[in-house]
C-alpha cells in the first residue's frame, strides 16, 4: 500500500452535527479537505465515514497518520 499525500501539518477543526455522516479523505488527495472529493479514484484509498454522536467541534486529522483517524491524535508533531 502507498503512503497518502500529506494534506496538512495541523488538524481541520469542524463543527459537526448530531446523527450527520461525514466523510474523511484518507488519501490527502482532495481539494476539500478533510473531505473526500473523490480524487483517490484509481488508488487503494477509499474515504472513511464519521457519523457525529453528537453536535460539537471535532478535529480531524491533516497529516493522514493519527492512530485515531479521521480524528486527529497529535501524529502531526512527530
Known amino acids: 500500500m502507498s503512503d497518502p499525500v500529506r494534506a496538512s501539518d495541523t488538524p481541520y477543526a469542524v463543527d459537526v452535527e448530531e446523527g ?4 474523511w479523505c484518507a488519501c490527502g488527495k482532495s481539494q476539500k479537505q478533510p473531505f473526500c472529493d473523490g480524487a483517490h479514484k484509481g488508488t487503494e484509498f477509499t474515504p472513511l465515514k464519521y457519523k457525529a454522536e453528537k453536535s460539537t467541534k471535532v478535529f480531524f486529522c491533516g497529516c ?6 479521521p480524528l486527529c491524535d497529535g501524529s502531526h508533531n512527530s
Open 20 to 23: 450527520k455522516a461525514y466523510f
Open 64 to 69: 493522514k497518520a493519527s492512530g485515531k483517524v
